[in-house]
């Protein structure tokens, strides 16, 4: 097998987002804006959201959404999947969401991914790898979820026991 074949099927991974090697800086300012725009489909009005939330789709996992803070310019949200396994519930993936509204970026502040192997909590501003791995992680699955006709135009409740922490 050649060298470059070789290193491909190493790089190859279960979320397909590190497989990718980062670019610069200002390439992941392209994807915060991305993150923002289809967040933004996901979530029409953001800033006049329910604290907590659950987005359905028929034959898909429901979507869960917990606002941590906002400000006049800024919203900090955690988006997550849950699943319940032995009576036990385990958010997956579970990013933590900064949305820069007067720059039009969002940008994943820290999350667990790979069944919560891969932690990523409190990023140092210098750790391009780990926010590009994280970013475009989130850009896939935001399409994913857009693709799923999930949304939160119509905040439904969360169910009891579904808790975003």
């Known amino acids: 097998m050649n060298k470059l074949l070789e290193t491909c099927v ?17 390439s ?9 725009i289809k ?18 789709s028929a034959g898909h996992l429901d979507l869960h959404l917990k606002i941590i803070e906002r400000s006049k310019f800024t919203t900090t949200l ?3 999947y849950c699943f319940t396994e032995n009576r036990e519930s385990r958010l997956e993936p579970n990013l933590k ?8 970026l969002a940008e994943v502040m820290s999350g667990k991914l790979h069944h919560g192997r891969l932690v990523l909590d409190h990023l ?3 750790a391009l790898r780990e ?5 475009r992680f989130l850009c896939k699955w935001l399409k ?12 439904h409740p969360p169910l009891s026991g579904a808790s975003l922490v």
């Open 124 to 126: 140092p501003a210098d």
């Open 39 to 56: 967040l933004r489909k996901l979530i029409p009005d953001i800033q006049q959201m329910k604290t907590v939330a659950i987005s359905k």
């Open 97 to 104: 969401i900064r949305i820069y509204h007067d720059a039009g």
């Open 28 to 36: 992941l300012m392209d994807m915060y804006e991305d993150n923002f």
């Open 10 to 26: 190493q790089k190859t991974s279960q979320y397909g987002c590190e497989d990718v090697l980062p670019g610069d800086f200002v």
């Open 131 to 135: 926010k590009w791995q994280l970013n």
């Open 144 to 155: 994913y979820c857009l693709r799923q006709n999930h949304g939160f135009a119509n905040n």
């Open 78 to 80: 955690r988006l997550s």
